[in-house]
Protein backbone atom coordinates (compact mmCIF):
# COMPACT_ATOMS: atom_id res chain seq x y z
CA UNK A 1 0.00 0.00 0.00
CA UNK A 2 2.43 2.30 0.46
CA UNK A 3 4.23 1.52 -2.72
CA UNK A 4 0.92 2.46 -4.32
CA UNK A 5 0.23 5.74 -2.26
CA UNK A 6 4.72 6.01 -3.89
CA UNK A 7 2.62 5.95 -7.22
CA UNK A 8 0.64 8.57 -6.87
CA UNK A 9 2.57 10.87 -5.01
CA UNK A 10 5.87 11.10 -6.66
CA UNK A 11 4.25 12.05 -10.09
CA UNK A 12 2.02 14.70 -8.10
CA UNK A 13 4.99 16.36 -6.41
CA UNK A 14 6.62 16.64 -9.81
CA UNK A 15 3.69 18.47 -11.27
CA UNK A 16 3.33 20.72 -8.19
CA UNK A 17 6.44 21.82 -7.71
CA UNK A 18 6.57 23.67 -11.23
CA UNK A 19 3.57 25.59 -10.35
CA UNK A 20 4.71 26.57 -6.35
CA UNK A 21 7.66 28.74 -7.62
CA UNK A 22 8.59 31.48 -10.61
CA UNK A 23 10.20 29.74 -13.61
CA UNK A 24 13.64 31.03 -13.06
CA UNK A 25 13.37 29.44 -9.20
CA UNK A 26 12.35 25.49 -10.74
CA UNK A 27 16.06 23.87 -10.21
CA UNK A 28 16.39 25.95 -7.14
CA UNK A 29 13.12 24.05 -5.62
CA UNK A 30 14.39 20.75 -6.86
CA UNK A 31 17.85 20.89 -5.57
CA UNK A 32 15.94 21.96 -2.09
CA UNK A 33 13.99 18.97 -2.70
CA UNK A 34 16.57 16.65 -3.76
CA UNK A 35 18.53 18.02 -0.81
CA UNK A 36 15.72 17.87 1.96
CA UNK A 37 15.28 14.06 0.50
CA UNK A 38 18.52 12.89 0.90
CA UNK A 39 19.19 14.83 4.52
CA UNK A 40 16.20 11.93 5.27
CA UNK A 41 17.46 9.45 3.86
CA UNK A 42 21.00 9.94 5.80
CA UNK A 43 19.66 10.77 8.91
CA UNK A 44 16.62 8.64 9.16
CA UNK A 45 17.63 5.65 10.26
CA UNK A 46 19.78 7.04 13.51
CA UNK A 47 16.62 9.15 13.70
CA UNK A 48 14.82 6.02 14.05
CA UNK A 49 17.21 4.08 16.01
CA UNK A 50 16.97 6.64 18.90
CA UNK A 51 13.70 6.21 19.15
CA UNK A 52 13.19 2.82 19.14
CA UNK A 53 15.68 2.75 22.14
CA UNK A 54 14.26 5.41 23.67
CA UNK A 55 10.71 4.78 23.80
CA UNK A 56 10.10 1.31 22.35
CA UNK A 57 8.83 0.37 18.19
CA UNK A 58 5.69 1.00 19.13
CA UNK A 59 6.04 4.88 19.83
CA UNK A 60 8.79 5.13 16.98
CA UNK A 61 5.86 3.65 14.56
CA UNK A 62 3.35 6.23 16.00
CA UNK A 63 5.42 8.80 15.72
CA UNK A 64 6.49 8.39 12.22
CA UNK A 65 2.77 7.80 11.27
CA UNK A 66 2.29 11.12 12.97
CA UNK A 67 4.68 12.97 10.59
CA UNK A 68 2.20 12.19 7.50
CA UNK A 69 -0.45 13.51 8.61
CA UNK A 70 1.68 17.02 9.70
CA UNK A 71 2.85 16.39 6.01
CA UNK A 72 -0.70 16.56 4.90
CA UNK A 73 -1.87 19.42 6.87
CA UNK A 74 1.14 21.64 5.42
CA UNK A 75 -0.35 20.29 1.96
CA UNK A 76 -3.06 22.10 2.36
CA UNK A 77 -1.50 25.28 2.51
CA UNK A 78 0.00 25.42 -0.54
CA UNK A 79 -0.91 27.21 -3.26
CA UNK A 80 -0.06 27.13 -6.96
CA UNK A 81 -0.14 29.41 -9.91
CA UNK A 82 -2.62 28.99 -12.70
CA UNK A 83 -5.58 27.12 -12.73
CA UNK A 84 -6.27 23.13 -12.35
CA UNK A 85 -8.54 21.59 -14.66
CA UNK A 86 -12.40 22.45 -13.40
CA UNK A 87 -14.06 19.10 -12.93
CA UNK A 88 -16.16 19.45 -16.59
CA UNK A 89 -12.48 19.54 -17.95
CA UNK A 90 -11.80 16.14 -16.68
CA UNK A 91 -11.97 12.86 -19.19
CA UNK A 92 -11.50 9.52 -18.34
CA UNK A 93 -8.61 8.14 -16.72
CA UNK A 94 -7.82 6.25 -20.43
CA UNK A 95 -8.22 9.23 -22.13
CA UNK A 96 -5.50 11.40 -19.19
CA UNK A 97 -3.04 8.28 -19.50
CA UNK A 98 -3.20 8.31 -23.64
CA UNK A 99 -2.38 11.79 -23.12
CA UNK A 100 0.78 11.42 -20.24
CA UNK A 101 1.87 9.22 -23.20
CA UNK A 102 1.79 11.41 -26.13
CA UNK A 103 4.11 13.65 -23.97
CA UNK A 104 6.63 11.06 -23.66
CA UNK A 105 6.47 8.98 -26.81
CA UNK A 106 6.68 12.64 -28.70
CA UNK A 107 10.14 13.67 -27.10
CA UNK A 108 13.42 10.97 -27.71
CA UNK A 109 15.53 12.73 -24.84
CA UNK A 110 12.00 11.18 -22.30
CA UNK A 111 11.32 7.85 -23.55
CA UNK A 112 14.92 7.16 -24.39
CA UNK A 113 16.12 7.88 -21.12
CA UNK A 114 13.16 6.28 -19.41
CA UNK A 115 14.09 3.38 -21.30
CA UNK A 116 17.71 3.41 -20.25
CA UNK A 117 16.86 3.20 -16.66
CA UNK A 118 14.40 0.52 -16.95
CA UNK A 119 17.10 -1.79 -17.86
CA UNK A 120 19.89 -0.27 -15.45
CA UNK A 121 18.19 -0.10 -12.87
CA UNK A 122 17.70 -3.98 -12.66
CA UNK A 123 21.09 -4.15 -13.31
CA UNK A 124 23.44 -1.78 -11.20
CA UNK A 125 21.04 -0.50 -8.67
CA UNK A 126 19.17 -3.87 -7.40
CA UNK A 127 22.09 -6.18 -7.31
CA UNK A 128 24.29 -3.85 -5.35
CA UNK A 129 21.55 -3.82 -2.29
CA UNK A 130 20.57 -7.48 -2.41
CA UNK A 131 25.04 -8.66 -2.89
CA UNK A 132 26.20 -5.71 -0.88
CA UNK A 133 26.56 -6.84 2.85
CA UNK A 134 27.28 -10.51 1.03
CA UNK A 135 30.57 -8.86 -0.73
CA UNK A 136 31.34 -6.96 2.57
CA UNK A 137 31.59 -9.96 4.83
CA UNK A 138 33.33 -12.36 2.52
CA UNK A 139 35.44 -9.68 0.68
CA UNK A 140 36.52 -7.06 3.31
CA UNK A 141 35.82 -9.62 5.65
CA UNK A 142 33.80 -6.94 7.33
CA UNK A 143 29.91 -6.20 7.51
CA UNK A 144 30.17 -2.80 8.89
CA UNK A 145 31.70 -1.80 5.03
CA UNK A 146 28.67 -1.95 3.15
CA UNK A 147 27.09 0.44 5.42
CA UNK A 148 30.08 2.77 5.16
CA UNK A 149 29.45 2.68 1.77
CA UNK A 150 25.95 3.67 1.80
CA UNK A 151 26.99 6.39 4.10
CA UNK A 152 29.48 7.95 1.34
CA UNK A 153 27.02 7.54 -1.32
CA UNK A 154 24.35 9.31 1.04
CA UNK A 155 26.73 11.81 1.73
CA UNK A 156 27.37 12.54 -2.08
CA UNK A 157 23.41 12.84 -2.64
CA UNK A 158 23.47 15.87 -0.18
CA UNK A 159 26.50 17.35 -1.57
CA UNK A 160 25.29 16.66 -5.46
CA UNK A 161 22.15 18.77 -4.56
CA UNK A 162 24.00 21.52 -3.36
CA UNK A 163 25.80 21.79 -6.14
CA UNK A 164 22.32 21.73 -8.00
CA UNK A 165 21.49 25.13 -6.74
CA UNK A 166 24.63 26.80 -8.48
CA UNK A 167 25.51 24.80 -11.44
CA UNK A 168 22.95 25.19 -14.57
CA UNK A 169 24.69 23.51 -17.56
CA UNK A 170 23.61 24.69 -21.19
CA UNK A 171 22.91 21.02 -22.02
CA UNK A 172 21.26 19.64 -18.97
CA UNK A 173 20.57 16.15 -20.45
CA UNK A 174 23.90 15.89 -21.57
CA UNK A 175 25.43 16.35 -18.39
CA UNK A 176 23.07 14.43 -16.58
CA UNK A 177 24.13 11.10 -18.01
CA UNK A 178 28.30 12.72 -17.56
CA UNK A 179 27.85 12.87 -13.79
CA UNK A 180 26.21 9.29 -13.58
CA UNK A 181 30.34 7.97 -15.10
CA UNK A 182 31.26 6.75 -11.28
CA UNK A 183 27.98 4.82 -10.78
CA UNK A 184 29.55 1.54 -13.14
CA UNK A 185 33.42 2.04 -11.89
CA UNK A 186 32.10 2.24 -8.24
CA UNK A 187 30.47 -1.02 -8.92
CA UNK A 188 33.61 -2.72 -10.00
CA UNK A 189 35.38 -1.38 -7.83
CA UNK A 190 33.38 -2.55 -4.79
CA UNK A 191 32.89 -6.21 -6.37
CA UNK A 192 36.47 -6.58 -6.55
CA UNK A 193 37.90 -6.12 -3.12
CA UNK A 194 39.13 -2.47 -4.20
CA UNK A 195 40.72 -0.38 -1.37
CA UNK A 196 37.93 1.21 0.86
CA UNK A 197 40.16 4.52 0.27
CA UNK A 198 39.25 4.02 -3.65
CA UNK A 199 35.24 2.51 -3.17
CA UNK A 200 34.36 5.30 -0.73
CA UNK A 201 35.10 7.89 -3.05
CA UNK A 202 32.83 6.24 -5.93
CA UNK A 203 30.46 5.76 -3.85
CA UNK A 204 30.12 9.75 -2.78
CA UNK A 205 30.61 10.64 -6.40
CA UNK A 206 27.43 7.96 -7.45
CA UNK A 207 25.44 9.66 -5.19
CA UNK A 208 26.37 13.16 -6.20
CA UNK A 209 25.79 11.92 -9.22
CA UNK A 210 22.56 10.41 -9.21
CA UNK A 211 21.71 13.81 -6.70
CA UNK A 212 22.19 15.88 -10.39
CA UNK A 213 21.03 13.59 -12.58
CA UNK A 214 17.77 14.18 -10.81
CA UNK A 215 17.83 18.22 -10.47
CA UNK A 216 18.63 18.41 -14.46
CA UNK A 217 16.16 15.63 -15.11
CA UNK A 218 12.97 16.95 -12.94
CA UNK A 219 13.50 20.81 -14.03
CA UNK A 220 14.35 19.74 -17.67
CA UNK A 221 10.78 18.17 -17.44
CA UNK A 222 9.53 20.98 -15.89
CA UNK A 223 10.78 23.41 -18.77
CA UNK A 224 9.54 21.19 -21.60
CA UNK A 225 6.46 19.35 -20.95
CA UNK A 226 2.95 21.91 -20.52
CA UNK A 227 2.23 22.14 -17.16
CA UNK A 228 -0.95 20.15 -17.51
CA UNK A 229 0.33 17.06 -18.90
CA UNK A 230 3.05 17.15 -16.83
CA UNK A 231 2.43 14.92 -13.59
CA UNK A 232 1.03 12.66 -16.25
CA UNK A 233 3.99 12.57 -18.11
CA UNK A 234 5.73 12.00 -15.04
CA UNK A 235 3.62 9.14 -14.00
CA UNK A 236 4.86 7.06 -17.09
CA UNK A 237 8.25 8.15 -16.65
CA UNK A 238 8.77 7.04 -13.48
CA UNK A 239 6.63 3.37 -13.63
CA UNK A 240 9.42 2.83 -17.25
CA UNK A 241 12.45 3.86 -14.64
CA UNK A 242 11.21 1.11 -12.41
CA UNK A 243 9.03 -1.52 -14.40
CA UNK A 244 12.33 -3.93 -13.93
CA UNK A 245 13.40 -2.93 -10.68
CA UNK A 246 11.59 -5.98 -8.44
CA UNK A 247 12.95 -8.31 -11.08
CA UNK A 248 16.57 -7.40 -10.24
CA UNK A 249 15.81 -7.74 -6.71
CA UNK A 250 14.44 -11.29 -7.46
CA UNK A 251 17.07 -12.46 -9.73
CA UNK A 252 20.10 -11.19 -8.10
CA UNK A 253 20.61 -13.98 -5.52
CA UNK A 254 19.55 -16.89 -7.65
CA UNK A 255 21.87 -15.48 -10.71
CA UNK A 256 25.06 -14.80 -7.62
CA UNK A 257 24.57 -18.74 -6.59
CA UNK A 258 24.92 -20.04 -9.94
CA UNK A 259 27.67 -17.82 -10.88
CA UNK A 260 29.28 -15.41 -7.95
CA UNK A 261 28.50 -12.23 -6.68
CA UNK A 262 31.44 -10.99 -8.35
CA UNK A 263 30.14 -11.82 -11.61
CA UNK A 264 26.53 -10.53 -10.98
CA UNK A 265 28.16 -6.78 -10.11
CA UNK A 266 30.53 -6.89 -12.20
CA UNK A 267 28.61 -7.94 -15.32
CA UNK A 268 25.57 -5.48 -13.77
CA UNK A 269 27.98 -2.85 -13.59
CA UNK A 270 29.51 -3.18 -17.90
CA UNK A 271 26.05 -3.68 -19.07
CA UNK A 272 24.95 0.10 -17.48
CA UNK A 273 27.95 1.18 -18.48
CA UNK A 274 26.44 0.39 -22.25
CA UNK A 275 23.39 1.15 -21.37
CA UNK A 276 23.89 4.38 -20.05
CA UNK A 277 25.68 5.15 -22.92
CA UNK A 278 23.11 4.36 -25.11
CA UNK A 279 21.14 7.59 -23.54
CA UNK A 280 23.48 9.64 -25.16
CA UNK A 281 22.41 8.53 -28.87
CA UNK A 282 19.37 10.78 -29.64
CA UNK A 283 20.44 14.12 -30.60
CA UNK A 284 18.25 15.68 -28.40
CA UNK A 285 19.37 14.29 -25.36
CA UNK A 286 22.92 15.58 -26.82
CA UNK A 287 22.00 19.29 -27.81
CA UNK A 288 18.73 20.16 -25.55
CA UNK A 289 19.46 23.81 -23.88
CA UNK A 290 18.06 24.51 -21.02
CA UNK A 291 15.62 27.61 -20.96
CA UNK A 292 16.90 30.99 -20.00
CA UNK A 293 15.20 33.44 -17.63
CA UNK A 294 15.72 37.08 -17.56
CA UNK A 295 15.06 37.58 -14.40
CA UNK A 296 17.99 35.34 -13.00
CA UNK A 297 21.48 37.05 -13.18
Known sequence: MFGISDAFSVPAYNG???????????????????????????????????????LGAGWAFLLDAGTFVVSALMLTRVRTSGTSPGPSERRTLLAELTEGYREVRSRAWLWVTVAVFALAVPLGYAPLYVLGPTIAEETYNEPAVFGVVTAAYGAGALAGALVGFRWRPERPMLAAFLVLGAWPVGLVAFALGAPVALVLPLSFATGAG??????????????????????????????????????GYLAAGPVAEATSTETVLVGGAILTAAVLSLGLVPRETRTLRRMSHQSRV
Open 16 to 54: LVPRTVPADEVQDAQALSGFTFNLAELTGPAIAAALVLG
Open 210 to 247: FALFDVFWNTTMAEQIPPNALSRASAWEWMGSLALLPV
